[in-house]
């Protein structure tokens, strides 16, 4: 599996959820298997992306909320998953994808452990692992919310869109598809 | 401790940010901001306890991409947790919010540790190109927060509120 055939597993799950995607591999790979769809892809802001999904949550609570999450992403804004279990919004589901390297900035290790669903269960929060596209999907369908998947993939291939995203472009068109 | 029936500047502050049509809020707590999350949450408004100030500010920024109006409460020293936040999501996908600033740091302060920030944190705001609207009189609360929400959703803006201590010293 790579990262986009993991993405591509999530949009199956929720055809009509809201999807937020972090800073870098996270954001290419939903561009590249959701046909660049209207979804607030983050440019920067590098562990924000969880807290973002958060406030997109608690607008949206008739809509169902994806993060997408690169596993750099998700330890330097670990303190979401705290927050995710104090606020437990009942419609996100956060998505760590795993594959133990800070690719954005030229593949360096993560040097930390990656084990982003035990934290969560930890925390009170459902949460599972999956190794293929048909466990991602599933599992991305059928976990109780507020929840975390953690995606483990073995293929490190670029997804190929880039990840610096027009801002503006991609507010507005996000804005669009989250107002009723 | 106080009201929403009262007429302390918190209160008075809550009560013109809910009725200019703030629907949610987050913070990390604080003593000094603790009476206007409390007269916020009296007012109907939810306010979301989070980790830190960057999160705060990843928060409003999702909410205000959905369509929304939020609110942020932080002190001045949390401002220096946001800047990556600030600098590369709000002011590039253009995501205006109020966010209510706490000044330690300032006139009166006894900790040394609450210095720098304090002396830096407006002019950090403006080296970002943000316009901070501080607020001095408690009787001016009202004016403020209808002020920065016209800045934040007409504008687009990020409306800093920079509560400065003269409003805990007056009378």
């Known amino acids: 599996m790579n990262p986009t055939q993991a993405v591509a597993a999530l949009l199956r799950a929720h055809p009509d959820a809201l999807f937020v995607a972090s800073l870098g591999t996270a954001t290419s790979a939903l561009r590249a298997a959701g046909d660049d769809g209207p979804h607030l892809y983050m440019g920067g802001s590098m562990g924000s992306a969880l807290a973002v999904a958060m406030g997109v949550a608690e607008k949206r609570p008739d809509r169902p909320v994806v993060a997408v999450l690169g596993d750099g992403e998700s330890v330097m804004g670990a303190g979401s998953l705290w927050s995710l279990a104090g606020v437990r919004p009942a419609n996100l589901l956060a998505v760590v994808l795993v594959d133990g390297h800070y690719t954005i900035t030229g593949g360096q290790p993560l040097g930390v452990p990656a084990v982003f669903a035990e934290v969560a269960r930890t925390l009170d929060l459902a949460a599972d692992v999956a190794g293929s596209e048909a466990d991602a999907e599933r599992l991305a369908r059928d976990l109780r919310l507020p929840g975390l998947l953690e995606i483990r993939y073995d293929q490190r291939t670029w997804p190929g869109p880039s990840p610096f995203v027009d801002a503006p472009v991609v507010r507005a068109r996000f804005e669009a598809a989250a107002t009723p | ?171």
């Not at chain 2, 996908?93 to 304090?118: D, K, V």
């Not at chain 2, 190109?129 to 002020?147: E, K, N, S, V």
């Open chain 2, 1 to 171: 401790m106080t009201e929403a029936t009262g007429s302390t500047w918190q209160v008075e502050l809550a009560r013109a940010l809910a009725e200019g049509g703030v629907e949610a809020a987050a913070w990390v707590p604080d003593k000094r901001l603790a009476p206007v999350a409390e007269a916020l949450s009296a007012l109907s408004v939810p306010v979301r306890t989070l980790t830190r100030e960057e999160e705060c500010v990843g928060w409003a920024a999702g909410y205000r991409a959905a369509g929304g109006t939020p609110l942020v409460l932080m002190q001045c020293s949390g401002l220096g947790n946001s800047l990556n936040a600030i600098g590369s999501l709000v002011l590039p996908y253009g995501l205006g919010f109020p966010l209510i600033l706490s000044m330690r740091g300032a006139l009166g302060e006894r900790n040394p540790a609450q210095m720098a920030l304090g002396r830096t944190a407006v002019p950090m705001l403006e080296l970002l190109g943000i316009q901070a609207f501080r607020l001095r009189r408690p009787q001016d609360a009202a004016m403020l927060a209808r002020g920065a929400l016209g800045v934040a959703d007409g504008a687009r803006e990020l409306a800093p509120i920079v509560l400065e201590p003269e409003l805990d010293m007056a009378g």
